[in-house]
């Protein structure tokens, strides 16, 4: 007697299972690693888009004549944000300390707010960098630079993007840091 089955055998279903197992265990890392390429990209894009924007505002700072630090420089912002002696942005809100040569670490998150146009939220550092729920941190150490963490899809010991800026030179570089707290 000869019978006609139709369907696939234990033995070729047990096969079938391992090997797509297999697959996904290989597969998995790259797509994760296309979230952490995705959120590098990001933190790069945004850090591009805050230095254009303080050239810009430097560049409006030079053709309105270098007004003085207690004057804001219009059309960035609420209008509201104040150059350092050298015209780039320092202050938010209130005149610059000492003639726009100091800088007080809570305008560093109130300039990026100010000049960027993103939807990035930002929270001052408080006492350490995590946890975080916010896509950036704002560092401020005294040394007269803002340090900007982007926190989104990190972790704590895991290397971060950071820019580092200066309202005084407009220095403004990317480098990465894993941060002690």
Request: proline residues 6%.
């Amino acid at each position: 007697m000869y019978r006609n089955t139709k369907g696939f055998t234990l033995i070729e279903l047990v096969v079938v299972i391992v090997i797509l197992g297999i697959l996904a265990v290989t597969a998995a890392p790259r797509f994760l690693n296309v979230s952490r390429d995705a959120h590098l990209a990001r933190a790069k894009g945004a850090f591009a888009a805050f230095i254009n924007s303080s050239q810009l505002y430097h560049s409006k700072w030079l053709t309105t004549g270098e007004p003085d630090s207690s004057l804001p420089l219009g059309g960035y912002g609420d209008g509201d944000i104040y150059p350092s002696y050298t015209g780039y942005p320092l202050a938010v809100g209130h005149i610059p300390v000492s003639g726009g040569t100091k800088l007080e670490g809570p305008d560093c998150s109130k300039i990026w707010t100010s000049l960027m146009n993103t939807d990035l939220t930002i929270r001052d550092h408080g006492s350490s960098v995590f946890p975080s729920d916010q896509d950036m941190v704002s560092w401020f150490t005294g040394d007269q630079k803002c340090y900007y963490y982007y926190t989104s899809g990190f972790g704590p010991g895991e290397s971060l993007q950071r820019l580092n800026y200066s309202p005084f030179t407009g220095e403004a570089e990317v480098t990465e840091s894993t941060p002690s707290s």
